[in-house]
């Protein structure tokens, strides 16, 4: 199963677009471009949790209500191999297959839509989402609905991971599901009898306690002056083995110590706390297709971190299906077999893709070459310079012309070379003004304007 395309329709800043994906996917843009709205736009589509919320007028492009807010989603199923059952059984592509029945045509099997459609109810004040599925747009059925739950929950399961997730709220909501009792072996069951017997000791020595009895005696002599009854108020310590998991933290320890920490730090927090968040979706989503939302994560993350986390992502393979918002090069430094989109165009937002992958010559040079083009996409234009010289005589008249020619989203690249196709490709399908210079070519490029700094 692949990831293939993304078409948004009159939904907040988007009118009209239409977006490449791949199963790997990032998303950049300046702030408030819609990275986190096209976020929704998925999260509508296959997230049962936002979906059940409807639309608002707020929602529709321009509050325009009169249209519909469309949301389609293009699925390639060509992966699947159809002689080989226990092949299709395991395989993502056979989980929808299974589940979608006859809404696919024989006309176009490799391919499946799932699209949402919402009209606004002036009456209601409320657009409520329409979901439909199929090989083509003009045979797609309604998808089976049984009260908030429709069949695309079956297959998909979205796991949104919060750009502010705070490690001890995340790890109290969710103890219960990182310590199931499926897990519980022999030794354990043991345990809790022996842990049992300890608390009722416990509890004992605790009501024994000099401090509870003389209390007891002040209230029970408290109590007798309203009423005279031949009784004793006892204080009883009710500690129990079934609460022994809400004194669970998470502590940190080093290779080697015998001490444990604390995991302060917001950097370690946030990377424990992903841990935690991808341990239990894994666990508790594994019979679904997982796509994880991952909303900027360099946040409080050290740069080093940050490239750690990049070879979590495209080399690792820690998430099957993701899509990803950033601002960070070093998150991109790894990036391999990716789809890049970028956002630009505050009001009415449009959309660059591209899908990167390390050009073979470059196969042993590949981190030199990502880190170039990492830092150059985020911005709206690049000169390209072949080697140092071009680069500080550039530099200093920029810095001599306009100083904030990188605030003002120009960005001078230096190549190291005179092999300009990875960038040239790849700035032209992002939608990226670039200009070239070498030693050599004293005028513009060929077809290329060197108006760099208008």
């Excluded at 699209?115 to 002036?122: F, G, H, K, P, T």
């Amino acid at each position: 199963m692949e990831f293939k395309k993304l078409v948004i329709e009159n939904f907040r800043n988007f009118s009209s677009i239409e977006i490449d994906l791949s199963n790997k996917n990032v998303i950049f843009g300046m702030n408030d471009s819609g990275k986190t709205n096209l976020l929704f736009a998925i999260r509508y589509l296959l997230d049962r949790s936002i979906r059940n919320k409807g639309f608002i007028k707020s929602d529709y492009h321009k509050h325009d209500i009169s249209k519909p807010i469309k949301i389609q989603l293009e699925i390639d199923l060509s992966d699947r191999e159809e002689d080989d059952e226990e092949s299709l059984k395991s395989s993502h592509s056979r989980l929808l297959i299974s589940t979608v029945a006859g809404a696919r045509k024989n006309a176009s099997l490799d391919t499946f839509l799932i699209s949402l459609e919402a009209m606004y109810d002036e009456k209601e004040l409320f657009g409520n989402p329409v979901l439909s599925w199929g090989s083509t747009l003009d045979d797609l059925v309604e998808v089976p609905q049984y009260g908030t739950r429709s069949d695309i929950d079956k297959i998909f399961q979205i796991v949104y991971v919060n750009p502010a997730i705070e490690l001890d709220v995340f790890f109290k909501r969710n103890r219960k599901l990182l310590f199931s009792d499926d897990t519980k072996t022999d030794e354990d069951v043991a345990l809790e009898k022996a842990i049992e017997s300890s608390i009722i000791d416990l509890n004992t020595n605790i009501s024994n306690l000099s401090l509870i009895t003389s209390v007891q005696s002040q209230l029970t002599d408290a109590y007798k002056s309203y009423r005279k009854e031949d009784l004793e108020i006892k204080i009883q310590s009710e500690i129990s083995i079934s609460g022994y998991l809400d004194n669970l933290t998470p502590y940190i320890n080093w290779n080697g110590d015998t001490q444990n920490y604390p995991t302060s730090g917001d950097g370690r927090k946030k990377l424990l706390s992903y841990a935690i968040n991808h341990l239990i979706s894994e666990k508790q989503y594994s019979s679904k297709v997982i796509i994880y939302l991952i909303e900027e994560p360099e946040n409080s993350l050290h740069r080093s971190i940050q490239v750690s986390l990049s070879k979590q992502l495209f080399i690792q393979n820690i998430y099957e299906y993701f899509f990803l918002t950033t601002h960070s090069a070093e998150v991109l430094y790894e990036m391999n077999n990716t789809q890049l989109i970028k956002i630009t165009n505050q009001q009415e937002a449009t959309g660059h893709s591209s899908y990167y992958k390390v050009p073979s010559e470059f196969s042993n040079l590949k981190k030199k070459l990502n880190i170039s083009l990492a830092q150059s996409i985020f911005y709206d234009r690049v000169l390209l310079v072949e080697g140092p010289s071009e680069y500080y005589l550039f530099s200093s008249i920029f810095e001599y012309i306009s100083p904030d020619f990188e605030a003002e989203g120009k960005y001078l690249l230096q190549v190291n070379g005179i092999n300009f196709k990875p960038y040239a490709k790849l700035y032209r399908e992002l939608g990226i003004e670039f200009f070239v210079k070498t030693d050599n070519d004293l005028k513009a490029s060929r077809g290329i304007n060197m108006n760099f700094l208008r």
